[in-house]
């Protein structure tokens, strides 16, 4: 069980706007520490696509966005297409735990 | 370029010992916070260990006393000394570049990852 939560699955058609939450509490997101996205093909390396709660990386599409507030961030794709099929994770640091934790990830379907 | 190479992965019998490595281009690891991030299959991801470049490891708290992580500046290179292992230590090992201060670390480069396997 992950102290930061996603919804296992999300879908939507090509071209729509999807968002996966991400929620976690008052000893990780709520504590002010930064929320960062990754994106995660099968047998590929894991990509960094948000950092520190809404900053892109050079070469990430601007259809790649995120928000955070209080104890929870969200990460919105537009103009989806076939090829952001994969898996999401955010991922932040806990002071309860001491350690750097991931969410459980999303698997986003593009239908 | 930036580019992460890891290495040494295989099938270990329950309670051996394995060496992984992660050797790295374009940038000087101990001048980087230097992670291991680990997916078991079926699962998410899950954070391992760090090295921050004064030297300070952590570690995830169930792999503590069983995972050392380490560098070699004159090779470029991060590992990971994993002992006692078990089959719930089966898992793609990453490694991955830290950026951030202290705790508000992002990871920015990742490598493609090597399969371990605890079976006897």
């Known amino acids: 069980q992950s102290v930061l939560t996603q919804p296992p699955s999300v879908s939507a058609a090509p071209g729509q706007r999807v968002t996966i939450s991400c929620t976690g509490s008052?000893?990780?997101?709520?504590?002010?520490?930064?929320v960062h996205w990754y994106q995660h093909l099968p047998g590929a390396a894991p990509k960094l696509l948000i950092y520190a709660n809404t900053n892109r990386p050079s070469g990430v599409p601007d259809r790649f966005s995120a928000s955070k507030s209080a104890t929870s961030a969200s990460l919105a794709i537009t103009g989806l297409q076939a090829e952001d099929e994969a898996d999401y994770y955010c991922?932040?640091?806990?002071?309860?735990?001491?350690?750097?934790?991931f969410g459980g990830g999303t698997e986003l379907t593009v239908l | 370029e930036v580019q992460l190479v890891e290495s040494g992965g295989g099938l270990i019998q329950p309670g051996g010992s394995l060496r992984l490595s992660c050797a790295a281009s374009?940038?000087?690891?101990?001048?980087?916070?230097m992670s291991w991030v680990r997916q078991a299959p079926g699962k998410g991801l899950e954070w391992v260990s760090i090295l921050y470049s004064n030297g300070k490891a952590y570690y995830a708290e169930s792999l503590k006393g069983r995972f050392t992580i380490s560098r070699d500046s004159s090779q470029n290179t991060l590992y990971l000394q994993m002992k006692s292992l078990r089959a719930d230590d089966t898992a793609v090992y990453f490694c991955?570049?830290?950026?951030?201060?202290?705790?508000?670390?992002?990871?920015?480069?990742w490598g493609q990852g090597t399969l371990v396997t605890v079976s006897s």
């Open positions: 374009g940038f000087t690891v101990s001048d980087n916070y």
């Open positions: 008052s000893s990780n997101l709520g504590a002010g520490y930064d």
């Open positions: 991922q932040s640091y806990d002071s309860s735990l001491g350690a750097w934790v």
């Open positions: 991955a570049r830290g950026v951030g201060t202290f705790e508000d670390v992002d990871f920015d480069f």
